[in-house]
């Protein structure tokens, strides 16, 4: 079963943060993860509480404080598989420290909201989701606000209620690495695998109409049959269904999520095929038009057998390769 060893949960104590905790405590909890609570506050508050003649391990103090009253307010006290929060309180800008404690922390998944509150704790939890989508080599599982009671606490353990997995690929090699790791989520979760190709529109006037909507229906029937081959050689043993549709690759990812009341969208953060979409893009504007929450994987495709590029500065390429790997 696919599982994951370092989550990192940033929260602003919003209801779409308190949501995004829940799931993070459940994964955790059910692969014995360590779990992270990041939450951040903003300079101008620090700087005030200073005015007011409260240092900043006091503002750092209170917010820890918080973060722990929330965790306690979903996990009931004395219940053995829950994990340990190890909480942490940073100054600075959200984005940043978010990716910064990802790497300090070693994260294999970072879990968070997808709004955030006013005020003056205000992490603009959109903005913020975008960014960290654009520039994450960490997967990202942002969840949004949903009457869905996705994941539900009992004493014995996490209990998962995800109707259907939804995974957009584009036949590039990393969306075949997406592939293989849907359906090994759809596995461990108990449930179901659609996958689902989007045959870009092409837009076009005047006497070219008619030979690019001929074109189209060939691009429509050549997608179905490789889709077809590809489910069938990865031989996976969850229930498989495939979809292919025609328009922008968000819109009809988002419609048809929605369609198929899916429980999970897992998606890539590069490779996104001929949309020429900015990473993470795609994933984030399917975000704001499905209320499901979205696993974004920033997988790289498979270096040349004759390149030899050594290490990058900065790259953590090796952050999927292990959990493929289990």
């Known amino acids: 079963m696919l599982t994951f060893r370092s989550i990192l949960c940033p929260v602003d104590f919003s209801d779409h943060s308190v949501q995004a905790l829940r799931f993070a405590v ?13 939450t951040v506050n903003e300079r101008f508050l620090v700087e005030a509480a200073a005015a007011a003649h409260y240092g900043p391990e006091y503002v750092a103090h209170e917010a820890a404080k ?13 219940v053995l598989w829950a994990p340990v929060p190890h909480i942490i309180v940073r100054t600075g800008k959200v984005e940043g420290e978010i990716l910064e404690c990802a790497v300090e922390q070693n994260a294999d998944l970072i879990v968070m909201g997808t709004h955030g509150l006013g005020g003056y704790r205000k992490m603009f939890f959109g903005s913020v989701t975008e960014h960290v989508l654009r520039r994450s080599s960490v997967p990202v599982l942002a969840v949004p606000l949903s009457d869905r009671r ?7 353990g996490p209990l998962f209620n995800l109707s259907g997995i939804l995974v957009p690929i584009d036949f590039s090699p990393p969306s075949e690495q997406q592939l293989r790791l849907a359906a090994e989520l759809a596995r461990g979760f108990g449930t179901s695998l659609l996958v689902v190709h989007v045959v870009a529109e092409v837009r076009v006037h005047g006497g070219l109409h008619d030979a690019v909507k001929a074109h189209d229906h060939v691009r429509l029937r050549e997608a179905r049959e490789r889709l077809a081959r590809l489910t069938s050689a990865n031989g996976h043993d969850v229930p498989v269904e495939t979809r292919v549709a025609y328009g922008h690759p968000a819109d009809e990812i988002a419609r048809i999520a929605i369609e198929h009341e899916v429980g999970l969208v897992v998606m890539g953060l590069t490779g996104e095929g001929a949309s020429g979409s900015r990473p993470g893009s795609v994933a984030y504007r399917v975000l704001t038009m499905a209320p499901v929450p979205v696993l974004a994987l920033a997988l790289k495709a498979p270096a040349s057998t004759n390149e030899n590029p050594g290490p990058t500065k900065g790259a953590r390429q090796d952050k999927i390769g292990p959990i493929l790997a289990r």
């Open 26 to 38: 459940g994964l955790a909890g059910r692969d014995k993860a360590r779990l992270t609570v990041l």
């Open 66 to 78: 918080e973060v722990r009253g929330l965790f306690e307010s979903l996990v009931s006290t004395g």
């Open 150 to 156: 996705t994941v539900v606490f009992s004493d014995r």
